[in-house]
C-alpha cells in the first residue's frame, strides 16, 4: 500500500465545526482571488509541472512529490517498471497462495480453477474463489510482461461475471502503454502511475467504475500534503454524503454534548460554495484547528463536488489539504505555513485543476490497427470490437451451435436458444426459442470465416437478435 494512503485525516471533519457570523457565502469565495504568494511560496512556485491523473491536470511546484494511490480504470491497474521478475513473484504467490487453502463448502477443493496462459501481452490470468466459504465470488488477477515492465491487474467479480472480466483484463493488458513522466497524452482515457490507459472504443460505459487517488507533498514545506480522489458520481446519494452537511451534523452534535467543546473552538479561514472550471456546486471548508493538548494547530482543508452521473468529466470529487503531518500523522509538528500561506498555496494548486484536452479528431474504428486475436470475449450488450464471426460456447443449442457475423461497432446480440417443444407445439412443429444474454468468443475473421458444423448450421441473427438469411455462416464444404 503506498504511503500516502495510509494517512488518515483524523482532523478531517472534527476540526471543521463553527459557523462564521458573517455570510457564509460571500462572492469571493465561490470564485476565489488568488492570495498574494509570500517570497518563499514565490520561489516555490516559479517553477511547475503539469501533472496527469485520470481524465484531468493538475498543477504543482516541480519540486512536489507526486503520491499516487489506489486506481480503478474499472479494474486495479499497477505498473511495476523494470519490475518483470517483482510481477512472477506475485504471480507464483498468488498461485501458491490458492493451491494451499481450500474452499470449504467444496468438499474441500483448492481455491484454484484456472491458470490461463496469454501470448498478447505475454503473461497469466489466475482464477480462484475470493474466501474459503463462498462460491459466489472470484478473485481473478492478470500477470503481464510488457517490454521490461510488469503489470498486475485485479478484480473480485461475482461468478457469473467470470468470462466478462476476463475480457476486461485482457483488454485493458493490451492497451496499456508506458507512459513518460513528461507526456500529457492527447487521447481519451486515463493517466495511472507510469502509464497510460486509452479508452476502449467497444466499451461504452467503461468509465463508469473509474477512480483515481492521487497526492501531493511539498519538498520546500513536508509538513503539507494535499490529495485529490475522483470517482463515479452517484446519483443515489443524498446530502448525508456531503462534506457541508457532515460538518453541521457535526457541530450539532458537539454542542449539544458541551456548549464550550474545545473543538467548536475551529477557526474559519473560508466556508462556503465553491467551483472550479467547468466543476460546479462544490463546497469547501477551510479551517484552522484550535490548540490541543495532544497535537498541534493544523491547517485541515477539505472541498467536494456531488458531481454529474455518468459524466466521467464531472465525477465526485473529494480534495483535501493538511499542514503540521509527520509520520503519516496530522498534528504530529508545528506547522510550517501560515494562515494565508495555506490558503494560497490551496487556491493555486486546486484552480489549476482541469479537463485534460483530447484531440478532436473523429475515433478510429474498433478495427483501426492490429485486428483483435482469436478467442477475444465480448459480452451480450457490449460495443462489438473486431468485425468477424463470434460464436457461444455457453450451450450446444444456441443458435444451432453455429455462429454469427458481427461488425465492430454494433451491439453484441443475444443467443438464441432452442428449447423444447411442448405436445401442441410439437404437432405444429413449431420449435420455441428465447433470446439469451451470454459470452461471445471471436473464431474468425471476414477473410477467414469461422468453420461451422455443416449439420448444425442455421440462420444468424443481427445485432438486434433478429434472423437474417443474407448473415449466414458460410457452408464448411
Known amino acids: 500500500m503506498n504511503t500516502f494512503e495510509r494517512i488518515r485525516p483524523f482532523f478531517l471533519c472534527a476540526a471543521m465545526l463553527a459557523l462564521t457570523a458573517c455570510d457564509p457565502n460571500p462572492r469571493e469565495w465561490r470564485t476565489p482571488n488568488m492570495t498574494k504568494l509570500t517570497p518563499r511560496l514565490q520561489a516555490m512556485f516559479e517553477k511547475t ?7 484531468f491536470l493538475v498543477d504543482v511546484p516541480a519540486s512536489a512529490t507526486v503520491a499516487w494511490g489506489d486506481v480503478s480504470v474499472p479494474l486495479g491497474v499497477d505498473v511495476y517498471p523494470d519490475g518483470v521478475d517483482e510481477v512472477k513473484e506475485l504471480e507464483q504467490k498468488f498461485i501458491d497462495k490458492l493451491k494451499s487453502e481450500k474452499n470449504i463448502n467444496k468438499n474441500y477443493v483448492p481455491l484454484l480453477l484456472a491458470i490461463d496462459e496469454m501470448s498478447q501481452p505475454e503473461g497469466k490470468i489466475v482464477t480462484g474463489y475470493e474466501d474459503f466459504e463462498s462460491l459466489d465470488d472470484l478473485k481473478i488477477n492478470g500477470y503481464f510482461r510488457t517490454n521490461r515492465d510488469g503489470v498486475v491487474i485485479d478484480s473480485r467479480p461475482m461468478r457469473d461475471e467470470k468470462d466478462e472480466t476476463i475480457a476486461e483484463i485482457k483488454s485493458i493488458a493490451r492497451r496499456l502503454r508506458r507512459l513518460p513522466e513528461k507526456e500529457i497524452p492527447t487521447e481519451p482515457g486515463n493517466c495511472i502511475e507510469y502509464a497510460f490507459l486509452p479508452d476502449d472504443p467497444a466499451a461504452d460505459k467503461a468509465h ?17 500534503h494535499l490529495s485529490i480522489f475522483v470517482g463515479p458520481s452517484n446519483p443515489h446519494n443524498d446530502e448525508s454524503n456531503s462534506l457541508k452537511w457532515q460538518l453541521e451534523q457535526l457541530e450539532k452534535r458537539l454542542k449539544a454534548e458541551d456548549p464550550n467543546h474545545p473543538r467548536l473552538k475551529t477557526r474559519y479561514l473560508r466556508r462556503g460554495d465553491r467551483q472550479i472550471h467547468d466543476w460546479v456546486g ?4 477551510l479551517s484552522h484547528t484550535p490548540d490541543q493538548p495532544e497535537a498541534h494547530p493544523i491547517h485541515d482543508f477539505g472541498m467536494d463536488f456531488r458531481g454529474v452521473p455518468s459524466d466521467p468529466y464531472k465525477p465526485y470529487a473529494d480534495i483535501r489539504m493538511q499542514t503540521g503531518v509527520f509520520d503519516n500523522v496530522a498534528g504530529a509538528t508545528k506547522a510550517t505555513l501560515t494562515d494565508d500561506e495555506a490558503v494560497a498555496v490551496w487556491d493555486r494548486i486546486t ?6 484536452p483530447t484531440s478532436t479528431a473523429p475515433a478510429k474504428s474498433a478495427d483501426a490497427g492490429p485486428r483483435r486475436p482469436l478467442g477475444e470475449l465480448a459480452a451480450t450488450g457490449r460495443t462489438c470490437p473486431q468485425t468477424g464471426w463470434w460464436a457461444s460456447d455457453d450451450a450446444p443449442d444456441k443458435n444451432g451451435g453455429g455462429s454469427q457475423h458481427v461488425k465492430a461497432g454494433d451491439i453484441m446480440p443475444h443467443a438464441i436458444t ?5 405436445l401442441w407445439q410439437k ?20 477473410d477467414t470465416p469461422a468453420h461451422v458444423d455443416v449439420a448444425t448450421r442455421t440462420p444468424a441473427t443481427d445485432a438486434t437478435g433478429a434472423h437474417s438469411e443474407d448473415t449466414a455462416p458460410p457452408h464448411n464444404g
Request: charged share 30%; hydrophobic share 35%.
Open 49 to 55: 509541472k503539469t501533472v496527469c491523473f485520470g481524465r
Open 208 to 224: 463508469l467504475g473509474e477512480l483515481i487517488r492521487i497526492g501531493f507533498r511539498l519538498k520546500e514545506f513536508p509538513d503539507t
Open 282 to 285: 462544490g463546497f469547501e471548508a
Open 351 to 356: 484552480s489549476t485543476i482541469r479537463v485534460r
Open 418 to 422: 432452442l428449447g423444447k417443444p411442448s
Open 427 to 446: 404437432l405444429k412443429g413449431e420449435i420455441p426459442s428465447y433470446r439469451t444474454a451470454t459470452v461471445w468468443k471471436l473464431v474468425g475473421y471476414d
